[in-house]
């Protein structure tokens, strides 16, 4: 985790020197384990967690807010949650969205991935707040798929709408950018799409390829996968252009 708290500093650095009004980080940013035991193992709460400490104190000293990805233990011990914070530039989480759509799945010739083994579902639509580069909706990775989420946060008049995520090569190749531009069409929102990238471990790598989507549908900035060195993509977003 202290290597992951490393890149993601590196990123803040790199945010503020591009004038940046917020970070969106990964899902899973903190750690993603070989197994659903070491994934249970690894969990800390907020309060006790050095990754979330740390980045608490980056938003301050940057004045930034920080969107990222974590791993919160759950009530019963069991299992973890797969949650997504808005850390804003004080320092203080003001919302927590818990991933709905869990990712169970076995690719031919591909990595086996039974999420639901070691993490508990969330149960509700968080509603969009308000955010220096506009009305946010918070969504995690596999939520991607399915447009009702979405949909349901634009009733709510988000107007930017994020899916931090650490998709598999072979459905990233296969769907990441259609599935990205179409939830920007369908909702009539800017899409911001912070991707882990590249080899985690010996069981799993990332696709990759973050992704900022206008309205149109248009990839405003996009990252490659190879994920050696953390990088930034940057788009000027601008929701007075998209209100009807």
């Known amino acids: 985790m202290a290597g ?19 970070l969106f980080l990964p ?11 070491e994934t249970i193992a690894l969990v800390k709460s907020i309060e006790e967690s050095e990754f979330v400490r740390g980045l608490q104190q980056e938003a301050i000293c940057a004045s930034l807010p920080i ?3 974590i791993h919160e233990p759950t009530a019963g011990g069991k ?15 003001l ?7 869990l990712f169970d799945v076995n690719i031919d010739g591909g990595p086996i ?17 308000e955010t220096p580069v506009g009305r946010l909706g918070m969504t995690i990775c596999f939520d991607l798929r399915f447009p009702e989420i979405g949909l349901a946060l634009k009733r709510q008049n988000a107007q930017v709408t994020v899916f931090p995520s650490a998709f598999t ?3 990233g190749k296969a769907h990441w950018e259609i599935l990205l531009r179409a939830r920007a069409i369908e909702t009539q929102s ?7 990238a590249g080899q985690h471990n010996s069981k799993r790598i990332s696709y990759g390829h973050s992704m900022i989507v206008s309205p149109w549908g248009e990839v405003l900035a996009q990252l490659g996968e190879s994920g050696a060195e953390p990088d930034l993509a940057t788009a000027d977003i601008d929701c007075m252009e998209n209100l009807h």
Not at 4 to 22: F, Y
């Open 27 to 37: 899902e899973a940013s903190d750690y993603i384990g070989t197994s659903s035991d």
């Open 169 to 171: 090569v072979p459905t």
């Open 4 to 22: 992951n708290l490393s890149q993601c500093r590196a990123l803040v650095h790199k945010a503020v020197s591009a004038g940046a009004k917020a």
């Open 79 to 93: 299992k973890v949650k797969n949650t997504l914070i808005w850390i804003d530039e004080h320092g203080k989480i």
């Open 190 to 196: 800017y899409v911001i799409a912070a991707a882990q």
């Open 95 to 101: 919302h927590r969205y818990q991933k709905l759509h």
């Open 113 to 129: 991935l039974e999420e639901s083994k070691s993490v508990e579902k969330g149960t509700e639509i968080v509603p969009p707040f």
């Open 67 to 69: 969107n990222v990805g």
